[in-house]
């Protein structure tokens, strides 16, 4: 399988590009940096596959993501559906907004996208409004994946909990984890194993 791998910051690129070092893997790795934010990020992976001149055969989306109560620091999940948190129009009216778009991870968990480092006070405000229990957050995975689905390519979206807001945990929280957390081994496993 041929992979474009998108990091989305530059501490995520280096560490999945140090983890693809020297290592025999089955799949084919290409890595890309895409950027923080939805708008960069799309743009990014848009130009990214189109480089690839039909060279790739899924997107995968790895890094850290700020997640609810429930799952711990250093879990390593990959989700089964993208969202945006932060729209606010009736959902039959942009579907490309507000409609789920599915992915290949095992997990049954939704990943979260918005413009903005989310902290527990956002986090209550999206539970309420989607009366969800449990999810990811991050600034760029539901725009990958729209930007992927011009291509007609499937993606895997797999996150490393950096941080649980509800917990207290912030940005300071989530440096500190990120700097004690560079081994990304963990996510070409899963991308070994993924069928």
Known sequence: MKYLIIAPTEREYRNITTALEGRKTENQYYVTRSGVGKALAA???ALAIARANGEVERVAIIGYAASTLGRKRGELVAPRI???HDCRIPGDFVPELTD????LGHDDAVVWTGDSFVDAEIIAEVKARYGLKSGLFDMEATAICQAAE???LPVVVVKMVSDVPEEGDNEHSYDEFVDSHSDFGLFI???EELK
């Open 150 to 152: 011009l291509f007609d």
């Open 82 to 84: 993208a969202r945006y």
């Open 43 to 45: 743009a990014n992976t």
């Open 189 to 191: 496993d899963y991308l």
């Open 100 to 103: 789920p778009h599915p992915l």
